[in-house]
């Protein structure tokens, strides 16, 4: 299954992206300057959330194009229980 984000897409993506990488910058600086623990752990805490939503935005564009290609029988071979379970794997690697 290849993932093919429109503009719009790829451009929230990337954002989100762009912001956790700034964002785990910001932590290990933080670190590096013997910050509040609490701080840190807040910062981290939004990293792993920008990731997590990058990931499901990424996830649900992928099942919006199965379930299309499914629909409309294009489905490169792959029937759709092992469709289903690949993305099952998917979503619970971000859970």
């Known amino acids: 299954m290849q993932l093919d984000l429109a503009a719009a897409e790829l451009k929230a993506v990337l954002n989100r992206l762009r912001r956790a990488q700034g964002q785990i910058a910001g932590v290990i600086r933080m670190i590096e300057e013997g910050r509040d623990c609490e701080e840190v752990?807040?910062?981290?805490?939004?990293a792993s959330r920008a990731l997590d939503r990058a990931g499901f935005a990424i996830i649900a564009t992928g099942l919006q194009q199965c379930l299309t290609e499914?629909?409309?029988?294009?489905?490169?071979?792959?029937?759709?229980?092992?469709?289903?379970?690949?993305l099952e794997k998917l979503f619970l690697s971000l859970a």
């Open 41 to 46: 752990v807040t910062q981290l805490a939004a």
């Open 70 to 86: 499914a629909e409309d029988g294009h489905a490169d071979g792959e029937d759709r229980e092992a469709m289903r379970a690949r």
